[in-house]
């Protein structure tokens, strides 16, 4: 899987992935599965981009030769164990007689001659996350380096947890670790050629040219799935009638989040269309001969359409009074507020809801006497990369809005960036959030939660006799005709025209 998988029972998350065949008897499984120790989405997607890229660097250093390790490398190695259990354990280390039964069970595997039954998926995870394929005398060497880290971490743990927190004066000699680097023999070339080597490559020429995160990661999901599918990761040998195969595969496949089959829609839209584009990039590229998977679609039915896409006077009105009623209880400030104003903003703007999730106090100020908000791809991601302002309505301004951003502490208002600054992950994980509360109030699954306000502003919008230019600036649609682009929308047009949009509620 290319996203966190929810434990059903414990909620954690977890990472899944399958492994290629070609690699399952060297790694002796036919999946790699890993907690991600967290019950956080936003922590859960970041932690999972660095295991997947781990795993990754693993699994093609296997496809290598084996490597030799020196002798400072192995101590190296072993000492990245030593710091990363003493630093976990030292806060909370527990009882001295846990790390006396550790002591004596590291001794009683060396003296049994017990290391690889005993240290072996230690060794395993450190070569994994450091991308290492290394030979069998390596191997047996590391170990023998790890069991005494081992017995080293836990004599300063067992004075950690007697209250002793002097620095361990053995732990200088350990050897900083510097990754080796990625193999360059003839691999090199056929990564060029391969499913996972030309994805990357898009994305970093993608990348440059505006393509969104969001892209990258449907096209990642669907070559992991079709790498999973074939069992190789060799675009050479691709096929047309291994696509259609592959189609067919997809479409009698269980979506393991929803438990539902994958839509039609989603294999056409998601998949096919993200081969497409890959496979045509490498025929451009001269990675590739032919496009294997041109020409091959899937014909959709005409949707039958029961109700509108936007929310019902009853919906929204019940959606904006849980908004009110909402209590903080347990919840993060942030969160609590992202439930509390989102909701309202994205029914007086139209708004995506994303845009609306990530905005910062600075993004909320007056223009030319009128309260706006300042959507901007640097608070996060807009579709159309254009920033814009979108004049607040008076409601907003008489519930307090302009005074929350005020009082709110500078940055994001409604999430809180990673620590490498990353606002993606943590604005995903306030939009389930959203979601999640929206389907607690309107359950029909034949309206979008949150995106149905997209639709409910348009359709209000119309009612009243908003211009539809304006309307268009105020939620972000591309102009409908070249005359349309002519001219600019101002602020006071979008105050003229948000005069007209009633109050809801």
């Known amino acids: 899987m290319a996203r966190p998988f929810k434990h059903p029972k414990t909620g954690v998350y977890w990472f899944r992935k399958v492994v290629p065949k070609d690699l399952r008897a060297v790694v002796g499984k036919r999946e790699e599965l890993r907690t991600l120790r967290t019950k956080d989405p936003a922590e859960a997607r970041t932690q999972h ?8 660097r693993h699994w093609q250093a296997l496809r290598s030769p084996a490597a030799a390790l020196t002798q400072k490398e192995i101590v190296a190695l072993a000492g990245v164990f030593y710091r990363d259990i003493t630093t976990q354990m030292a806060e909370e280390p527990g009882e001295p007689t846990i790390w006396h039964h550790w002591l004596r069970l590291d001794r009683e595997a060396r003296d049994a001659g017990k290391l690889e039954q005993w240290f072996g998926p230690t060794v395993d995870l450190l070569l994994a996350q450091h991308g290492l394929h290394i030979d069998a005398a390596s ?7 790890v069991s005494e880290a081992s017995q080293q971490a836990g004599e300063q743990l067992k004075r950690n947890a007697e209250g002793d927190y002097r620095p361990d004066p053995r732990a200088s000699r350990f050897p900083d670790w510097t990754p080796k680097e990625a193999p360059k023999p003839a691999a090199a070339a056929r990564d060029k050629a391969s499913l996972t080597g030309i994805l990357a490559d898009w994305w970093r020429e993608a990348q440059a040219t505006g393509r969104k995160p969001s892209t990258y990661e449907s096209y990642s999901n669907t070559v992991d799935n079709l790498v999973a599918f074939l069992g190789h990761d060799d675009a050479t040998r691709v096929t047309p009638e291994d696509v259609v195969s592959f189609k067919d595969h997809r479409l009698a496949s269980v979506n393991p989040r929803t438990g539902k089959p994958i839509s039609a829609k989603t294999v056409k839209d998601s998949d096919l269309s993200g081969l497409k584009t890959l496979f045509g990039w490498a025929v451009t590229n001269k990675r590739l001969p032919s496009n294997p998977a041109e020409g091959i ?18 919906e929204a009105g019940a959606l904006l009074k849980a908004a009110d009623a909402h209590q903080q209880g347990n919840e993060r400030p942030k969160t609590f507020a992202a439930k509390r104003w989102v909701p309202w903003l994205c029914a007086y ?9 990530q905005l910062r106090k600075e993004d909320v100020r007056q223009v030319s006497g009128h309260w706006v908000i300042h959507i901007s791809p640097e608070a996060g991601t807009v579709k159309t990369d254009q920033a814009r302002d979108v004049v607040l309505h008076e409601h907003l301004v008489v519930k307090g809005f302009p005074e929350f ?23 995903q994980g306030v939009k389930n959030r959203l979601a999640e509360a929206a389907r607690e109030t309107v359950t029909d699954p034949k309206v979008q939660p949150n995106h149905g306000w997209r639709h409910r502003f348009k359709t209000v919008a119309r ?17 409908r005709t070249a005359g349309d682009d002519y001219g600019d929308v101002t602020v006071a047009a979008m105050a003229l025209a948000m005069a007209k949009f009633p109050r809801q509620v």
């Open 297 to 314: 679609t899937i014909k959709l039915g005409k949707r039958k359409v029961t109700r509108p896409k936007g929310f019902t006077d009853d």
């Open 49 to 56: 981009a660095k295991i997947a890229a781990e795993v990754d």
């Open 139 to 145: 191997r047996t060497r590391l170990l023998v380096a």
């Open 405 to 427: 951003a005020r009082d709110s502490k500078d940055g994001h208002l409604f999430l809180t960036p990673a620590k490498d600054g990353d606002v993606l992950g943590p604005l």
């Open 463 to 479: 009612s009243v006799g908003m211009d539809g230019r304006v309307v268009d600036a105020i939620q972000g649609h591309a102009p």
């Open 349 to 357: 703007t139209g708004a995506r809801v994303g845009e609306v999730a």
